[in-house]
């Protein structure tokens, strides 16, 4: 399957359907997934499967009911995926660390009232406590429960059904909802985004067309499905283009993920900068030398990064930049035309426009609007439940800069600037400061109110003897707002990041503001 221009026919079909024309392509006997367990599954495999499954969730969730995911990456979580396609039911994908709080809200928005899981993940990932708080909202259906239900009879009209599809397979306007995410929640409560069929096939051809794939290349994914980037990066994306992909629980095991990496002959990588720095410290030489692309995303990728894959494994790491709410690509560098220091520049189908933020120079707002921009947030009292973007624009929430090449710089989220003494400070920019004093460290910087400045910078750092001083003498020396400088610095023991690898910035702002409060009790 060579690299082909985008195609906006392309894009209308259904998820499923996408999944059969890419089988039509390739081939149904060809092996396309596989995870930790190590059973290859074929494109065959895959709709037999999720025809035998879809009939038995057939009558445990009715139509026009969004059923919950709750599993981790693998083949269990893309095989009940499609699924719940074949039968026509809607997926709502559940983020498993988000909390039962944000977990219980994401349920009610989506009226999710059951929920796919199973026994032995809740088991493996110690789940129990928030298994029991999801009991009491939602009834979870166990997959090892329902497959022991699957007889020789049920298998056998799974075979038929898989040797034609298409008759079989429920009929699904492109328009019509594919899937149901929940925006990562770094800076607040997660937002269901309402994504059709067409936003997450057209995000797989505009990447397609973007990026130079060869043909043989497989992919490696460990981002959790929950999340967009693992969702049509690491698992729509090369199930639809025909790649191999190896599919694994967590990005997390950073000491197993390089050796894997190696044993499987990985071409695609996709992670965060964190991430990225993790493997590359716990692998040996040798084991990511097979990546021909590895693009990273969710955060700004630092060039101590970069200096580390290039000169360890011989691999130019290439930023990119999404959101949920488009599926989530917008923009991505591109081997051959890779600038350091941006996000690279939009995709094809892309359309894009700028407005000016008041009181911050240098950036405007990005606002964008494609084929896989999504068709608006869960809202129970809106028409439909859902919150339309106003003609199709998305506000990204973010200020960036377009050079004239067309590549794109963010500067920072709207919601990351603070108003210190009547000027806006960027907290990235606080942070990336940070970063160039104690590279070797993690630091994440919020805002508090400040009843004499407006508000006032506070710096979270895992570097024990981190002092504003050195900062201090470190933006005197490179030309840096001192403003930037912030007056506390607080010291522990690891930065909390979501299961996205983002910062966990709402974990961060309730410290600070606890803090805050005791140093003015005290």
């Known amino acids: 399957m060579a690299h082909r221009p985008f195609e906006l026919a392309r894009t209308r079909v259904s998820l499923f359907e996408a999944l059969l024309r890419a089988r039509d392509a390739r081939g149904g006997k060809f092996p396309i997934l596989e995870d930790h367990e190590r059973k290859v599954l074929s494109y065959d495999d895959i709709v037999r499967a999720a025809f035998a499954l879809g009939g038995k969730i057939d009558t445990l969730i009715k139509k026009r009911e969004t059923a919950g995911i709750m599993l981790p990456t693998g083949t269990g979580c893309v095989v009940t995926f499609f699924a719940l396609h074949a039968i026509g039911r809607t997926p709502a994908m559940l983020n498993f660390t988000a909390g039962a709080m944000n977990l219980k809200a994401a349920c009610q928005a989506a009226n999710v009232k059951k929920i796919l899981t199973s026994r032995r993940f809740i088991q493996l990932a110690k789940l129990e406590a928030l298994e029991a708080e999801l009991s009491k909202f939602a009834q979870l259906i166990y997959l090892e429960d329902v497959r022991k239900t699957i007889d020789f009879g049920d298998k056998l009209v799974a ?41 997450i096939v057209a995000n797989v051809e505009q990447i397609h067309a973007h990026i130079q794939f060869d043909p043989n290349w ?69 084991d990511l030398n097979c990546i021909e692309i ?61 407005e000016p933020v008041p009181g911050i120079d ?39 800069d377009v050079d004239s090449d067309g590549f794109i710089r963010i500067l920072g989220r709207v919601k990351r600037f603070a108003k210190v003494g009547g000027e806006m400070v960027s907290l990235n920019a606080v942070e990336a400061y940070a970063a160039s004093v104690w590279p070797d460290h993690t630091h994440a910087a919020v805002a508090l109110p400040d009843s004499r400045k407006g508000e006032r910078v506070i710096l979270f750092t895992d570097h024990a003897d981190a002092k504003s001083e050195d900062l201090l003498a470190w933006c005197k020396a490179n030309g840096a707002s001192e403003l930037a400088v912030p007056k506390k610095i607080v010291v522990i ?18 410290m600070a503001a606890e803090r805050f409060a005791e140093a003015k009790a005290a």
């Not at 023991?493 to 309730?510: A, F, H, M, N």
């Open 159 to 199: 075979l038929v059904k898989g040797s034609f599809p298409r008759v079989f397979a429920a009929k699904a306007n492109p328009d019509d909802t594919g899937v149901i995410l929940f925006t990562s929640g770094s800076y607040g409560t997660p937002k269901g985004a309402v994504l059709s069929h067409a936003n």
């Open 218 to 286: 497989s992919f490696f994914c460990p981002l959790p499905m929950f999340h967009s980037f693992g969702l049509t990066g690491g698992a729509m994306l090369p199930l639809f283009t025909g790649h191999k992909t190896f599919l694994f629980p967590s990005p997390l095991q950073v000491k197993e993920i390089p050796k894997l990496i190696k044993e499987t002959g990985a071409n695609v990588f996709f992670a965060t900068d964190t991430f990225a720095q993790q493997y590359a410290r716990n692998a040996a030489d040798g």
């Open 294 to 354: 590895m693009v990273c995303g969710a955060e700004r990728v630092k060039p101590e990064t970069r200096e580390i894959y290039r000169t360890r494994f011989n691999i130019e790491l290439l930023e990119g930049y999404g959101a949920t709410e488009a599926s989530p690509v917008i923009a991505v560098n591109i081997p051959g035309a890779n600038k350091h220091g941006s996000v690279g520049q939009f995709i094809p189908g892309m359309e894009w426009r700028l």
């Open 362 to 400: 240098g950036g405007q707002k990005l606002y964008v609007r494609g084929p896989n921009v999504m068709r608006g947030y869960l809202d129970p009292m809106k028409p439909f439940g859902i919150d339309l973007l106003p003609q199709g624009w998305h506000d990204t929430g973010d200020v960036v």
């Open 493 to 510: 023991e690891e930065i909390p990041v979501l299961g996205s690898g983002k910062t966990d910035y709402v974990v961060l702002q309730r």
